[in-house]
């Protein structure tokens, strides 16, 4: 068997960053780690690539052994591969992500990893360049949630449209012009209204809308521009 015998070896090793939403914060899903160094500190789920599997194998595999989660699906994002980013030995990390409803999924998730999720603004320290990864994850969210309406997959069957006000607004830690926003949604025809209010935080109360699934799939893809450049975290810019 021929082998290129004069190279180096080096691990590859593959991170999850897994986002979720619980109908009103934003959370990233942690585990503490296994094995030194840094055992028993807050990570993202992380395991090394075996010989007989792809690289999407082991993230399904890794994500399933840490966290019980199963059936998530994971976009490939980044390889980080910095020399020295594991004080151990040379290991390049490929990342993936996902953005899950918490309620779907909850009932999966085990603890033998204490896994846990965390409100992103209240993250704890995280090892090698895991926090350099998920502020990668979350700015490529959300610049895909700016131009596509994938956050409408973690809305109930009937929403308001401040209800998914608020679902941007949070991802993106800013305040969008209602109007604008509004606008834009209802001119895009993704939405249906329905002849119904949720009359719960106000007396007039606000129309109940639900997703014109036909038009949704073909827009799933398709440039929505919901949110203006001069709304976006300065971090994206």
Not at 12 to 30: H, N, P, R, S
Not at 37 to 60: N, R, V
Not at 123 to 133: A, C, K, S, T, V
Not at 139 to 160: C, D, G, W
Request: glycine residues 4%; hydrophobic residues 40%.
């Amino acid at each position: 068997m021929i082998k290129y015998s004069s190279q180096t070896r080096v691990l590859v090793a593959v991170d999850c960053i897994i986002f979720g939403f619980d109908g009103q914060d934003y959370k990233l899903l942690l585990v503490q780690r296994g094995f030194a160094p840094e055992k028993e500190k807050w990570s993202l789920m992380g395991g090394f690539l075996q010989p007989t599997e792809s690289l999407d194998e082991a993230a399904t595999r890794i994500l399933k052994q840490l966290t019980g989660l199963e059936n998530v699906y994971l976009d490939q994002m980044h390889a980080f591969s910095r020399p020295d980013r594991d004080p151990v030995e040379r290991v390049v990390g490929v990342v993936y992500m996902a953005l899950i409803d918490i309620e779907k999924y909850e009932k999966q998730i085990n603890d033998d990893f204490h896994a846990r999720w965390f409100l992103m603004k209240e993250l704890p320290q995280l090892i090698f360049d895991h926090e350099e990864m998920v502020q990668m994850a979350l700015n490529r969210l959300r610049y895909k949630a700016s131009l596509h309406p994938i956050l409408f997959e973690l809305l109930p069957e009937k929403f308001t449209l401040p209800q998914l006000q608020a679902l941007y607004e949070g991802l993106f830690d800013t305040k969008i012009d209602k109007r604008n926003f509004t606008r834009k949604l209802l001119s895009s025809n993704i939405l249906k209204k329905k002849n119904e209010k949720d009359k719960s935080t106000s007396k007039k109360g606000a129309y109940f809308y639900s997703l014109n699934e036909a038009i949704y799939k073909d827009n799933g893809q398709n440039m929505l521009n919901l949110i203006p450049k001069n709304e976006m975290p300065a971090a994206m810019e």
